[in-house]
């Protein structure tokens, strides 16, 4: 038989998800079973979950074959990449095995502290690791465009970021917005740690021109609203993102999981894996 008979098939990534039972865990576990270069291959949660021993995918009405376990090990057995969108403590745990196993991780999860920060730095000395605050490949380019926007409005204008959010989500600011701080800070030669301003009561006194401004809302079943305002005299410039389903936050992770399949041990974001440096 020909080679043109008997095509070469090239193996699937393999992918586990932490918090699989979640609304996000369930996201990402249709994202894979639908990509035809991944397969499943693991499925975690705590140990509290009622899924525990349940295929991954019988709430979607699906069969994957990876049943959901709250041992580390046996969840990561044999896969590439594990994707994480869970809780600062859930990704640590998480990340230690990782690392001692050689799986790749893509952390989703929002939330870290400082020190925290440093323990996922420090671990992408050994494996190779994409973190950023929001997967969507929408908002990572947002993201590029307010670092041109803050340039250019860097005096003259105050820069408020608003954020909205579902009922449920347990931080605030959002990563999300936190990360746009952060990218409009370095673009205008100011530390975030000492420019924000998180909260507003009572006699504030006339706005500092050189602080950057947050607003928190929390209701419904809002997935992610992040808006930028540039406000000066005569004008107002808004950056606004918008996200209806959590389909783009899975969508991004896949993306990150194929970038890492090539990588080596090391730290990177979504502007690495979009290629917008």
Excluded: W
């Amino acid at each position: 038989m020909s080679a043109a008979n008997n095509p070469v098939t090239e193996p699937r990534l393999k992918i586990a998800v932490a918090g699989a039972s979640g609304r996000m865990g369930q996201m990402l576990v249709q994202a894979v079973l639908t990509s035809a270069d991944l397969c499943l291959s693991g499925a975690l949660d705590i140990p509290a979950s009622p899924q525990l021993g349940q295929d991954a995918a019988a709430l979607l009405g699906q069969q994957s074959g990876a049943l959901i376990t709250a041992d580390l090990r046996q969840g990561l057995a044999g896969a590439d990449v594990l994707i994480d969108f869970t809780r600062p403590e859930g990704t640590l745990a998480h990340l230690a095995v990782c690392r001692e196993l050689g799986v790749k991780l893509v952390i989703g999860t929002t939330g870290f502290s400082e020190a925290q920060k440093e323990e996922i730095a420090l671990a992408g000395q050994d494996i190779a690791i994409v973190m950023a605050p929001n997967m969507s490949v929408g908002v990572n380019v947002t993201l590029k465009l307010l670092e041109m926007a803050a340039k250019a409005l860097a005096t003259g204008y105050d820069i408020e970021i608003i954020e909205a959010h579902h009922r449920h989500k347990v931080d605030a600011p959002s990563g999300t917005a936190l990360k746009m701080g952060e990218v409009i800070a370095s673009a205008t030669g100011r530390d975030l740690n000492e420019c924000a301003v998180y909260e507003r009561f009572g006699h504030t006194g006339e706005r500092d021109p050189s602080t950057i401004g947050f607003s928190t809302i929390r209701g419904g079943d809002i997935v992610g609203d992040h808006t930028v305002l540039f406000a000066g005299t005569g004008e107002r410039i808004e950056v606004t993102h918008k996200s209806s389903s959590r389909a783009t936050y899975a969508q991004g992770s896949l993306r990150a999981a194929r970038f890492l399949a090539g990588r080596a041990a090391g730290l990177y974001d979504m502007f690495d894996v979009l290629e917008l440096r």
